[in-house]
T-cell receptor, first 114, second 114 residues
């Protein structure tokens, strides 16, 4: 398995609270991604990073922010969580160089917002 | 914009029979195509990819996929299904070297019955 650790693995919180999810990699890969997985929608890209302090929006970025201060860590923040953000969140990484390389995924964080 | 369609939410097959999981795509340039598998409470695992070359691509666990440019399809196949193949399968596309982002289909649940 690729060296990707997501934390926490499960979290329950209340509407309006801030939440931060962490993705840590040991592969020194340049690209990191945050997705959410919802029934019937597959995986949808929230934000991605192409280097330290270099990030860009994905398909469903509203309500989310990200930061990458070190190569190995990519943080996803929900500033004020809403029930619509209840989902399973996956981090992925990809090596730089040849863009035909596949992404490799962590095991996910299950987030419930009550 | 790129998109992926997996027309079947679920595919049922008997153990030992051949299986096919369908995928069609839409992309402006040359497609990079990927198949992933997801087991319960796990992240997505890479199975195989098509970048260029032979239309028949072989991947992990005996799976293969056939790229058909005229039909814009990339169906996943296996000659003889195993009960352990039961899982959720995702097709994904990226627009050649120009794209950093993968777009996923909604997923197809494969059920292999003994």
């Amino acid at each position: 398995d690729a060296g990707i650790t997501q934390s926490p693995r499960h979290k329950v919180t209340e509407t309006g609270t801030p939440v931060t999810l962490r993705c840590h990699q040991t592969e020194n890969h340049r690209y990191m991604y945050w997705y959410r997985q919802d029934p019937g929608h597959g995986l949808r890209l929230i934000h991605y990073s192409y280097g330290v302090k270099d990030t860009d929006k994905g398909e469903v970025s509203d309500g989310y922010s990200v930061s990458r201060s070190k190569t190995e860590d990519f943080l996803l923040t929900l500033e004020s969580a809403t029930s619509s953000q209840t989902s399973v969140y996956f981090c992925a990484i990809r090596a730089a160089g040849r863009s035909n390389q596949p992404q490799h995924f962590g095991d996910g964080t299950r987030l419930s917002i009550l | 914009a790129q998109s992926v369609a997996q027309p079947e939410d679920q595919v049922n097959v008997a153990e030992g029979n051949p299986l096919t999981v369908k995928c069609t795509y839409s992309v402006s340039g040359n497609p990079y195509l990927f198949w992933y598998v997801q087991y319960p409470n796990r992240g997505l695992q890479f199975l195989l990819k098509y970048i260029t070359g032979d239309n028949l691509v072989k991947g992990s666990y005996g799976f293969e996929a056939e790229f058909n440019k005229s039909q814009t399809s990339f169906h996943l196949k296996k000659p003889s299904a195993l009960v352990s193949d039961s899982a959720l399968y995702f097709c994904a596309v990226r627009e050649g070297d120009a794209g950093n982002m993968l777009t996923f289909g909604g997923g197809t649940r494969l059920m292999v019955k003994p």
